[in-house]
């Protein structure tokens, strides 16, 4: 399982950028796509969650100016961000949780584990 982040930049406040994440493998199923963020000097910390049947989570601070979404193409997931701020500025990772997946005998795998992607760079300019 791989999963690839796109769509950082350089941004200036009050703009907005869009994020995409793309699992790729043997993936049946996805239980919970997320977004984290590691601004520099600080610990990594949950931005926002949606889960298999579409709820969605936001930690306070993104509440109302981000959205995350789960795409049409199947184990993609986005994270649209408005009214960036200077404090958003961080790396920000995709994460995906509860993953179902098929072996090469073609058995179904349930683990628990976290997958993450590499990482893009947002950075909001005041």
């Known amino acids: 399982v791989q999963l690839q982040a796109s769509g950082g930049g350089l941004v200036q406040a009050g703009g907005s950028l869009r994020l995409s994440c793309a699992a790729s493998?043997?993936?049946?199923?996805?239980?919970?796509m997320a977004w984290y963020r590691q601004a520099p000097g600080k610990e990594r910390e949950l931005v926002a969650t949606?889960?298999?049947?579409?709820?969605?989570k936001y930690t306070d601070s993104v509440q109302g100016r981000f959205t995350i979404s789960r795409g049409t193409v199947k184990n993609t997931w986005y994270l649209q961000m408005n009214s960036l701020k200077p404090e958003d500025t961080a790396v920000y990772y995709c994460?995906?949780?509860?993953?179902?997946?098929?072996?090469?005998?073609?058995?179904?795998?349930?683990?628990?584990?976290?997958?993450w992607g590499e990482g893009t760079q947002v950075t909001v300019s005041s």
């Open positions: 994460n995906a949780h509860g993953l179902t997946t098929l072996t090469e005998m073609d058995v179904l795998v349930v683990d628990g584990m976290d997958y």
């Open positions: 493998g043997r993936i049946v199923r996805i239980d919970d």
């Open positions: 949606v889960a298999n049947g579409g709820g969605t």
